[in-house]
T-cell receptor
């Protein structure tokens, strides 16, 4: 299995609080991604990174920010959590932008 | 609008009963089509990448094929452990963002 660790695995937070999810990889892959997965929807890309300090927005980036200060770590921050951000969040990594991605185990976030 | 549609949404088969899952797409400039398997409570697991029409890939009981507008995942003589949700995703020319289908939930009954 690709070395991807997401933390925390589960989190319950209150509306309006900031939340940070962490993705750590040991594969030295250049690309890292944050997705959310909701019932009835395909995976939707929030943000991705193509190198240290290089990030770009995905399809559903509003309300989310990311940072990548080291190759191995990609952080996703919800500045002020809302109930619509209740979801399962997946981190993924890939060697290239057009190669297969490997996924972490996911973080289940509940905003109450 | 670029779209990826998977059908059926759910499929129940008896063990040993072969079938196919469909992934149709409307994007232009396909760069690659990816198949993944997802078990409950886990992240998607990579199965195949297809890059051009006519290409086929096989792994155990699974075979993926690609045409200009769709891909099929053929499952031959499935076993209960093949039960999972199968996802397809398309990478197209404009950027490195995959477009994902909603998945097909496959249930294989013993």
């Amino acid at each position: 299995d690709a070395g991807i660790t997401q933390s925390p695995r589960h989190k319950v937070t209150e509306t309006g609080t900031p939340v940070t999810l962490r993705c750590h990889q040991t594969e030295n892959h250049r690309y890292m991604y944050w997705y959310r997965q909701d019932p009835g929807h395909g995976l939707r890309l929030i943000h991705y990174s193509y190198g240290v300090k290089d990030t770009d927005k995905g399809e559903v980036s509003d309300g989310y920010s990311v940072s990548r200060s080291k190759t191995e770590d990609f952080l996703l921050t919800l500045e002020s959590a809302t109930s619509s951000q209740t979801s399962v969040y997946f981190c993924a990594i890939s060697e290239g932008g057009d190669t297969e991605a490997f996924f972490g185990q996911g973080t289940r976030l509940t905003v109450v | 609008e670029d779209q990826v549609t998977q059908s059926p949404e759910a499929l129940r088969l008896q063990e040993g009963e072969s079938s196919s899952l469909n992934c149709s797409y409307t994007v232009s400039g396909l760069r690659g089509l990816f198949w993944y398997r997802q078990d409950p409570g886990k992240g998607p697991e990579f199965l195949f990448t297809l890059y051009s029409a006519g290409e086929e890939k096989e792994k155990e009981r699974l075979k993926a094929t690609l045409t200009k507008k769709e891909s099929f995942l053929h499952i031959t003589a499935p076993k209960p452990e093949d039960s999972a949700t199968y996802l397809c995703a398309v990478l197209w020319n404009s950027n490195y963002q995959l477009i994902w289908g909603a998945g097909t939930k496959l249930i294989i009954k013993p």
